[in-house]
């Protein structure tokens, strides 16, 4: 009997092995994610899981027991917390005493009573308390500090609890009531504990100390620049010799750190004004007087015009001839600021008076009420009356002497929006539609403190108004050019050496409103976040690198460099987005991939040898710092895969290889023309060799596939078996 021989169909198989991102925009094959979380291109072609992240508890010697609030990177890293301590190289200086106003107030009472209440004003400091005195223990006395910071606290606290921290360094609950009337907060501490050793206390008295605060100078997310050796927080206005600190030596205030800003006003009485050479010696032998001296010598200060004139005798011409510059010495002023600053040659302030006796002289006056460089400076150790300061002027005697009234001598720094560190200044940008303020603006050569010295030399400080009607969005250098973004433009000043900066306006793609964080420098390419995506700028136009987001858009991005890669925290917005928190795009520049990470950040973000670190509930948290990959869950879904394919074929069996990390674990799903989940089949990595997982899918009109896990995975291919069908069906 011969039967029908069955005609088989055709058979054909295709592996992929190369494994990209991110890809949203539709007709990407298999390979490419339509969505993913925490992949990673370390390990390309393969799809691999990113690294975890952890806690740095000691970043370059810093150990920090406060919530940071600001970092810097560069040679050392530089550490800020909210209470204005620095840190930098395991060393630290308070930058709190810089501030009339104490940020923290303090309350202590010699007690053993596991009870104490204590009432603050906030306005003024000032402390009472109510403790019960009796029954003190025969301990040594010894410091215990109660803190209240709820975003310092242990998991899970009680609401207005405070902690009591001991010298182990652990952190010791205390139940506390709070209460206000009046603007004055009242705390009372019950049920806390104070163990002590006899071997170790031998005398009465145990001192308990309550620390406590609340708004602080340093919170708002302050930005630490580095221009040399020093550290520059904005917009706080403070410098700190940040290779000092490093160095562990003594840190001297307004010596190695203090304020840009001076100010210093005094009493007028004491203070002389006496007319002198450039060395700050005072002129001997000089005639005042409206008629020319009958000596032929010396030096006249002609008074006869309406402003005064000084004029000496040459000799050589037989004749009285102006001296073109004349030098005033200003006497016991005082060159220190109340907390000990110094006035420094070279800086310019303005000099104001008030309350001055009335007939002074009118030239005194112009010359007390204006702006002045400072040209020498002699600063008695010993007595700061006897200090005193040059500066250019003359006066219609050689000497004046004042009794009454107030002098006062102010630096400023102006106010900025952003601000950038380029050819040994600080450069930055101010856009106040209220007051009329569009302008940008260097420091003087070197020196942070100074604005407005305009002497007509090339080191002088310099300022610019501009025109374009729009505010600014973030600031950053690159070739030596600062760069002043708006949402749709770009102000790029060419330095020059002779001080003859210049600027340039170009209509294009800038820094979207609120993601001035987003600018970083990689590789001599600036990347930062429009308002239509992620561009990179090399020096004429950006060019956008964010298409394979497709439709999603974002918001509020901050970014830094980890390695090769251009990572930023963004907030999505809009229906569809990925996620309705914050994500982490990464864009690994060796591939032109992005992948998505769902621990993001916010605030700035730094890098520091290489390593991207963020702040997370105050404290400092290392991308890649973690154990691997163990406890990181990942997942990644495919484009729509279509059933159909050319010539008749679809697809009848997929086979995915996977390498898998002991202890984790991957799952593989499918999803039949845009229905839910079905789970395939699932492995473990309990083997150190590669695992293979196989599905068989249905007929369809297309699918995806959606492979999730935790730990560390590799997939290295998927290949699929396509069958071609007869008569197209």
């Known amino acids: 009997m011969n039967l029908p021989r069955l005609k088989t169909r055709p058979l054909?198989?295709?592996?992929?092995?190369?494994?990209?991102?991110?890809?949203?925009?539709?007709?990407?094959?298999?390979?490419w994610w339509l969505d993913e979380r925490n992949l990673s291109a370390d390990r390309t072609p393969v799809m691999s899981v990113r690294q975890a992240r952890g806690v740095a508890e000691n970043v370059d010697g810093n150990q920090i027991d406060a919530r940071i609030v600001a970092m810097c990177g560069g040679d050392r890293m530089v550490v800020l917390d909210v209470m204005g301590k620095m840190w930098c190289g395991g060393?630290?200086?308070?930058?709190?005493?810089?501030?009339?106003?104490?940020?923290?107030?303090?309350?202590?009472?010699?007690?053993?009573?596991?009870?104490?209440?204590?009432?603050?004003?906030?306005?003024?400091?000032?402390?009472?308390?109510?403790?019960?005195?009796?029954?003190?223990?025969?301990?040594?006395?010894?410091t215990v500090e109660f803190r209240y910071d709820q975003a310092w606290q242990e998991p899970d606290p009680l609401q207005d609890q405070w902690l009591m921290r001991s010298d182990s360094g652990t952190w010791q609950a205390a139940a506390t009531e709070v209460t206000t009337e009046g603007g004055v907060t009242t705390w009372t501490f019950t049920d806390f504990d104070i163990t002590v050793s006899a071997d170790n206390f031998l005398t009465d008295g145990f001192?308990?100390?309550?620390?406590?605060?609340?708004?602080?100078?340093?919170?708002?997310?302050?930005?630490?620049?580095?221009?040399?050796?020093?550290?520059?927080?904005?917009?706080?206005?403070?410098?700190?010799?940040?290779?000092?600190l490093a160095s562990g030596q003594e840190m001297v205030q307004f010596e190695d750190y203090g304020l840009m800003d001076l100010s210093i006003s005094v009493l007028a009485s004491g203070v002389s004004l006496t007319l002198c050479d450039i060395d700050g010696n005072p002129m001997q032998g000089v005639v005042v007087s409206a008629t020319e001296p009958q000596t032929q010598s010396g030096k006249w200060l002609d008074t006869s015009g309406d402003k005064p004139v000084l004029r000496e005798w040459s000799v050589a011409q037989t004749m009285w001839v102006?001296?073109?510059?004349?030098?005033?010495?200003?006497?016991?002023?005082?060159?220190?600021?109340?907390?000990?600053?110094?006035?420094?040659?070279?800086?310019?302030?303005?000099?104001?008076?008030?309350?001055?006796?009335?007939?002074?002289?009118?030239?005194?006056?112009?010359?007390?009420?204006?702006?002045?460089?400072?040209?020498?400076?002699?600063?008695?150790?010993?007595?700061?009356?006897?200090s005193w300061f040059v500066i250019e002027g003359l006066l219609p005697d050689d000497e004046y002497q004042f009794d009454s009234g107030t002098l006062s001598i102010d630096r400023t720094v102006p106010q900025m929006d952003y601000v950038t560190e380029a050819q040994n200044r600080i450069w930055g940008c101010r856009y106040d539609e209220s007051n009329g303020i569009n302008e940008i603006y260097a420091s003087k050569l070197g020196d942070f403190r100074n604005w407005e010295v305009f002497q007509g030399l090339s080191t002088d400080s310099w300022?610019?108004?501009?025109?374009?009607?729009?505010?600014?969005?973030?600031?950053?250098?690159?070739?030596?050019?600062?760069?002043?973004?708006?949402?749709?433009?770009?102000?790029?000043?060419?330095?020059?050496?002779?001080?003859?900066?210049?600027?340039?306006?170009?209509?294009?793609?800038?820094?979207?409103?609120?993601?001035?964080?987003?600018?970083?420098?990689?590789?001599?390419?600036?990347?930062?976040?429009?308002?239509?995506?992620?561009?990179?700028?090399?020096?004429?136009?950006?060019?956008?690198?964010s298409e394979p987001f497709g439709d999603w858009q974002f918001s509020e991005a901050t970014a830094a460099r980890h390695g090769r890669k251009y990572c930023v925290s963004m907030t999505p917005n809009g229906t569809g987005d990925p996620s309705p928190t914050r994500v982490c795009a990464v864009y690994d520049l060796a591939t032109g991939d992005w992948h998505l990470e769902d621990e993001a950040w916010e605030g700035r973000a730094i890098t520091w040898e290489d390593k991207l670190y963020y702040i997370k509930d105050g404290q400092i948290v290392q991308m890649g710092g973690g154990d691997g990959c163990q406890g990181v869950s990942w997942w990644a879904e495919s484009q729509p895969i279509s059933h159909e394919l050319p010539e008749h074929k679809w697809i009848t069996y997929l086979r995915l290889r996977f390498k898998l990390e002991l202890g984790a674990a991957?799952?593989?799903?499918?999803?039949?023309?845009?229905?839910?989940?079905?789970?395939?089949?699932?492995?473990?990595?309990?083997?150190?060799?590669?695992?293979?997982?196989?599905?068989?899918p249905r007929r369809c009109d297309h699918f995806r596939l959606r492979i999730e896990g935790c730990g560390g995975c590799e997939l290295h291919s998927i290949s699929y078996r396509m069958e071609?069908?007869?008569?197209?069906?």
């Open 463 to 545: 300022r610019a108004s501009r025109g374009t009607a729009a505010p600014f969005t973030g600031a950053a250098t690159l070739d030596g050019h600062p760069l002043f973004f708006r949402e749709e433009s770009l102000e790029k000043v060419f330095p020059s050496s002779a001080g003859a900066h210049q600027i340039a306006t170009y209509d294009l793609e800038g820094v979207q409103e609120g993601s001035a964080d987003s600018l970083v420098v990689i590789e001599d390419r600036l990347y930062y976040k429009s308002r239509q995506g992620v561009m990179v700028y090399a020096g004429t136009m950006p060019q956008r690198i």
């Open 91 to 142: 060393h630290s200086v308070d930058l709190g005493s810089l501030y009339e106003t104490p940020v923290e107030y303090f309350w202590r009472s010699e007690c053993s009573e596991a009870q104490a209440t204590v009432t603050v004003d906030p306005a003024s400091g000032s402390t009472t308390d109510d403790s019960e005195m009796g029954g003190l223990l025969s301990v040594e006395s010894k």
């Open 724 to 729: 071609r069908s007869e008569g197209g069906h």
């Open 322 to 386: 102006t001296i073109a510059s004349t030098y005033i010495k200003v006497a016991g002023l005082g060159v220190r600021a109340p907390e000990g600053e110094l006035l420094r040659a070279g800086d310019t302030v303005k000099l104001s008076t008030s309350n001055f006796p009335a007939g002074t002289d009118d030239a005194v006056l112009s010359c007390l009420n204006s702006s002045q460089y400072i040209i020498k400076v002699h600063a008695d150790e010993i007595d700061d009356a006897a």
């Open 12 to 31: 054909s198989t295709q592996t992929t092995t190369v494994f990209r991102g991110l890809e949203r925009r539709p007709g990407a094959g298999i390979g």
């Open 666 to 696: 991957a799952r593989v799903y499918i999803s039949y023309d845009g229905g839910p989940w079905l789970r395939k089949g699932s492995i473990h990595g309990n083997r150190l060799h590669s695992q293979e997982l196989g599905i068989w």
């Open 207 to 244: 001192t308990v100390t309550f620390r406590f605060w609340g708004e602080t100078v340093f919170q708002n997310n302050p930005k630490i620049l580095r221009m040399g050796t020093y550290a520059l927080i904005w917009p706080n206005r403070i410098w700190v010799n940040a290779v000092k």
